[in-house]
């Protein structure tokens, strides 16, 4: 072993060190009351599956959101901040999560991370944020996870339960369809799992005559939807994304299957099904294939013009957000971004972490927007808008009817109707309670 | 026992396009002793131009030779750039060229059409042949595939064994440097081994575009699966190509459809490995190891 | 595919002013230890609580790369599945703190075991395959393993997978010790002693019988080698250290999930430890900080414009597979072989004053 050897790896060691330091920068953040906050900002950070297998429109919801705060800040912000949200991919590769909201927490000093996508994702990270209190705030995502306030007091949910959602279609079901024979295809994971919950909760048993799961990246889904077709299912409960939805339409296409369609509110967006079908259709708009499939929604029907939170959306992202199809995952985007905007409104002129947390807790159930339902904050319960819609697909658009319902994720609590009018947006700037 | 029928069909017209990939990765192979892990991005790139010539002429078969066409360009274009100037060196430098290809492609697609899957027509009809009432899970568009891919296996088949630019490119491969005393131009068979896989590849992109969208990301399990029908069947048989595929295909389908789709990925692992324990070279593999 | 560098020895004479190196592989070992741990910890304290967790993940993913980079550069069997053991020790020792309240050490070493166990199994069925072949079959291990957890959903947890409660930094350590430094040290831990035994590996005589194997496995065999037990170990090796790496994974970032350690891991091992310098355990560090900190740069670059979000949101992955291939063009023995490269003509114009000897003279990899 001779001595240049053992310089070149003592240089290389060195090298080493100096690379690291290279990255320290200015070294560790300050532990200020309120980071990511001045007088005239502040910061969130939200970490996106920007590419990758899993971008296919979930990619459009940052921008949206991004876009959202744009048309506040340009109209002053909220007390006089403006929002400014800092997107990081992590391609739905967990570790990656843990990374990009590290560097955002400890290095960009954000003052809270929005709008967190994934659920295999962002549970890896609620601990971090919970621990070091960070805000966690309205997670994209409808996991039952982000429900325990008690022991998660940082994080808070948004979308329906996927629960919620599959209890409200399974009675929608069982009152329309009884008697007929019911398939579920999903999503083998907590997505389709409990949407899958929530429809065995409404429905007997002896209905469902065939489950079956599908692993998002195996595209062959024929096994799956040739053994609903062999049981016979007349009903075929669809918890699957968009790509999927439209896998399992072209294998029934094929297969001459034609169930009556019920599709989770997550994978039927007619602009992005349609978008995957358009060839199969002799050009046409491509939603043939899921012409009259039931689904629902929390929010209006992102085709919807005459509803005025559509029509302040669609100008909003004419103008900030105009390279993205205005579709369910831009609604969604803006959608989201107006309830942490309520929030920060709630919150008060002096804000500080604590103050954004008790505010959702103590108000977050009276605060109204573009949802049609209303939200289930309380301290205890961060679970998010409480119910859907029911809806159809009709000539392509989705049409909601019959009324806002609402309901808990646990079994056999009851479904009742909610009442109270969607309001009207507000000329400028955001409304609350 | 329908279940069964619609299973194999299912089997087959899935396993035809991982033979399809897998014969790509034969004829690379073959002609350049690489494997080429950008095979998919490749093929990715030549759908997405047929999607975009499909959009803007309406015309499928323009897209389609289109598509074939970029492919023969792009394969020569990539050899002749990239893989020239690492054949001859550690052989795991190509591996990590192909792999940076295949990132680079990736997000260079993505970059120029998006990340959104969008729709890709199929040649045919793809609504299952009607037998007594009901429709079989196999199509008109199913029957092209797969004559299709016996066709393209039967040509590779013929030009390795048969024409004189066969036996040119196996030498190129196998013993550069006699090949060169011999008067073989080298460099050009690389570039056409690459180019004809490239061509084999386009169409297996072309093929199966319909059935899993085309955006940057979908063609990855392709990928995988076409390389492990590849080494199944063994790299340097265009006839393993398509045994091999057809044999995933349909273990994958039967899996799929008896136990759960959970299971897919360790079902083609486990094959993989009980096929090449049995025959370390891939089923239709001609050399013998050389046991001391 | 096996790979050949050269094994040539250096040749050329030691002239002028040197230090007097030990003798003897333990002892260099040890000093090399002493001296990486000392530069560590002195890194640890000066970075920020976000730079601590990027050390942390670099040590973790330098245990990983240096197992790999003995087996494929020292013993020529190319794998494409390390992530996949990664994802055995990740999930054991996620298994057995978490469900079995195991404690660090007993929980790491399980991980050990369990990994090298599915290594000899790999690399007992590896013995009979070369080159794609190999390839091929680690491709369908590093897709076909993870699956297991999205089968068996009740133990393994599905796509969620699993997560466990942070290490907690003993208490003489302070009560405001940051924990992403005390996981740093534990990552660092494992990683000096991934050194120190790797470092012993590769100069000793079971380095010497990987090497004989991978480039003649006739003439090892004549002489007295095993070719297919050599090479099972080096795969029990290279998977045991993939699973200390997996399981200062699991320490690190506290979980344990299928995404984390899909194909894509297991390609970004074999990057990097082609980019780092094949068989060379400096390589092995080069490579993991490549992995570590490239992604960043990547994407500062790629934010320093004002793009569309499609085009920033790629950008980064475009400049990453392009810096791929133009490295494996420009230095095809990677950031290692460079680097000797560039040290061997410094020290000739030192100590010849501008003479250049015939060529630059590789030395044998496997070297630190």
Not at chain 2, 180 to 202: D, N, P, Q
Request: charged residues 10%; neutral net charge; hydrophobic residues 45%.
């Amino acid at each position: 072993m001779t001595t240049d050897r053992h310089k070149a790896r003592a240089m290389g060691i060195a090298g080493a060190l100096v690379a690291a330091l290279a990255v320290a920068g200015c070294g560790s953040s300050s532990s200020s009351n309120a980071p990511g906050v001045t007088a005239t900002s502040i910061t969130f950070g939200t970490h996106q599956p920007l590419t990758g297998p899993a971008a296919p429109g979930y990619s459009e919801i940052a921008p949206a959101s991004q876009a959202f705060f744009d048309y506040l800040n340009a109209q002053g912000g909220i007390y006089g901040r403006k929002i400014h949200l800092v997107i990081k991919n992590d391609e739905y590769n967990p570790t990656q999560t843990v990374s990009v909201v590290h560097e955002l927490v400890l290095k960009d000093n954000v003052f809270g991370i929005f709008e967190g996508l994934g659920t295999p994702t962002h549970t890896k990270v609620v601990g971090f944020l919970n621990s070091s209190k960070v805000p966690d705030m309205f997670v994209a995502s409808g996991c039952a996870c982000w429900d325990d306030g008690t022991t998660q007091p940082e994080t808070f949910g948004w979308q329906p339960n996927y629960t919620i959602e599959g209890k409200i279609l399974g009675q929608y079901i069982k009152q329309h369809f009884a008697g007929k024979k019911v398939g579920v295809f999903y999503q083998d994971d907590d997505f389709g799992t409990g949407g899958l919950a929530g429809i065995k909760d409404e429905l007997p048993a002896s209905s469902i005559v065939s489950t079956q799961p599908y692993q998002p990246g195996v595209t062959n889904v024929a096994p799956q939807i040739t053994a609903l077709k062999a049981a016979g299912a007349e009903v075929l409960v669809d918890f699957t994304v968009p790509i999927y939805t439209a896998l399992g339409q072209l294998t029934s296409f094929t297969l001459g299957y034609k169930p009556q369609l019920v599709v989770s509110n997550v994978g039927i967006d007619p602009i992005t099904v349609g978008g995957l079908l358009k060839t199969f259709s002799k050009g046409k708009a491509g939603t043939e294939l899921i012409e009259g499939a039931i689904t629902d929604g929390y929010l209006p029907s992102s085709s919807d013009e005459s509803n005025p939170w559509i029509a302040l959306f669609k100008k909003i992202h004419d103008q900030y957000d105009a390279s993205a199809p205005f579709d369910g995952n831009v609604e969604y985007g803006m959608a989201n971004a107006y309830t942490l905007a309520q929030a920060l409104q709630l919150a008060g002129k002096d804000l500080t972490r604590q103050k954004l947390i008790d505010a959702v807790n103590e108000k977050g159930a009276q605060l109204n927007g573009p949802g049609l339902v209303p939200y289930r904050y309380s301290t205890s319960d961060h679970g998010g808008y409480a119910g859907v819609e029911m809806g159809q697909v009709r000539s392509g658009k989705i049409v909601l009817f019959g009324g806002p319902l609402v309901t808990e994720p646990t079994a056999s609590s009851p479904i009742t109707a909610y009442t109270t009018a969607q309001p009207a947006p507000p000329a400028s700037g955001v409304s609350v309670p | 026992m329908v279940r069964f029928i619609d299973l194999t069909l299912n089997g087959i017209s899935t396993g035809a396009v991982y033979a399809a990939v897998a014969l790509a990765l034969v004829m690379i192979w073959r002609a350049t002793r690489i494997v080429n892990f950008a095979q998919g991005a490749m093929l990715m790139i030549t759908t997405f131009i047929a999607s975009s010539v499909i959009g803007s002429t309406g015309s499928y078969w323009l897209g389609f030779a289109v598509a074939l066409a970029s492919g023969l360009l792009l394969g020569a274009i990539v050899e002749r750039v990239l893989i020239r100037r690492i054949e001859g060196g550690p052989p795991l430098n190509a591996v990590i060229v192909a792999l940076g290809l295949l990132i680079l492609l990736e997000a260079a697609a993505g970059m120029i059409w998006g990340n959104t899957p969008r729709s890709f027509p199929p040649a045919f009809s793809i609504r299952g042949y009607d037998v007594g009432g009901t429709h079989l899970l196999f199509a008109p568009n199913d029957t092209f595939t797969v004559l299709v891919v016996f066709a393209v296996a039967a040509g590779l088949g013929l030009l390795f064994r048969r024409t004189r630019l066969g036996l040119q490119m196996r030498a190129a491969a196998l013993a550069p440097e006699v090949a060169r005393l011999l008067g073989v131009r080298v460099g050009r068979m690389f570039t056409l081994g690459w180019a004809f896989a490239a061509f084999a590849g386009s169409l297996a992109g072309l093929l199966v575009a319909p059935s899993v969208f085309v955006g940057p990301n979908q063609f990855d399990s392709i990928l995988i699966f076409g390389f492990t029908a590849a080494v199944l069947g063994g790299l340097d048989s265009p006839a393993g190509a398509i045994v091999g595929g057809v044999v995933l295909g349909l273990v994958l389908s039967y899996v799929s459809g008896y136990e759960s789709a959970s299971l897919v990925t360790l079902a083609a692992l486990v094959v993989l490995i009980a096929v090449l324990m049995i025959r370390p070279g891939g089923l239709f593999s001609t050399t013998r190891e050389r046991r001391v | 595919m096996s790979t050949s560098a050269g094994a040539e020895p250096s040749s050329a004479p030691n002239r002028g002013w040197r230090l007097r190196a030990p003798a003897g592989t333990l002892t260099r070992s040890l000093g090399l230890v002493a001296l990486a741990g000392v530069i560590f910890l002195a890194a640890s304290e000066g970075l920020g609580s976000y730079e601590d967790l990027q050390l942390a993940s670099g040590a973790y993913y330098f245990v990983a790369l240096a197992g790999l980079t003995v087996l494929t550069g020292l013993s020529g069997q190319i794998s494409l599945g390390h992530g996949a053991l990664m994802a055995v020790g990740a999930y054991t020792f996620t298994l057995l703190v978490g469900d079995e309240h195991w404690a660090l050490i007993p929980a790491l070493a399980a991980a050990v075991l369990v990994s090298a166990l599915v290594g000899a199994l790999v690399g007992s069925a590896a013995t009979r395959l070369r080159g794609p072949y190999l390839a091929g079959a680690t491709l369908a291990l590093a897709v076909g393993l993870p699956a297991l957890a999205d089968k068996y959903t009740g133990t393994f947890g599905g796509a969620n997978g699993l997560t466990i409660n942070p290490p907690t930094p003993p208490s003489w350590l302070g009560q405001s010790f940051p924990l992403e430094r005390w996981e740093a040290w534990i990552a660092g831990a494992g990683a000096l002693v991934v050194v120190f035994l790797m470092h012993n590996l590769a100069h000793g005589g079971v380095g010497r019988a990987f090497r004989a194997v991978r480039d003649d496995e006739i003439a090892s065999s004549l002489c007295g080698l095993h070719v297919g037990r050599v090479q099972t170990l080096a795969f029990v090796i290279s998977a045991a250290c993939a699973g200390l790496g997996g399981g200062l994974l699991a320490v690190v970032l506290q979980l344990a999930a299928p995404g984390a350690f899909g194909l894509g891991l297991s390609l970004s091992l074999l990057t990097a430890i082609v980019l780092g310098g094949l068989g060379s355990q400096l390589g092995a560090i080069w490579g993991a900080g490549v992995l570590v900190l490239l992604p960043g740069w990547t994407d500062s670059i790629a934010h320093s414009f004002s793009l569309s979000t499609q085009v920033s949101a790629n950008l980064p992955l475009a400049i990453y597979g392009l810096v791929l291939i133009v490295a494996m063009l420009a230095w095809p023995t990677g950031i290692q072989g460079a680097l000797r490269r560039i040290i061997a003509a410094a020290r000739r114009s030192l100590v010849h004053g501008g003479h250049s000897d015939e060529g630059i003279v590789p030395s044998s990899p496997g070297e630190l």
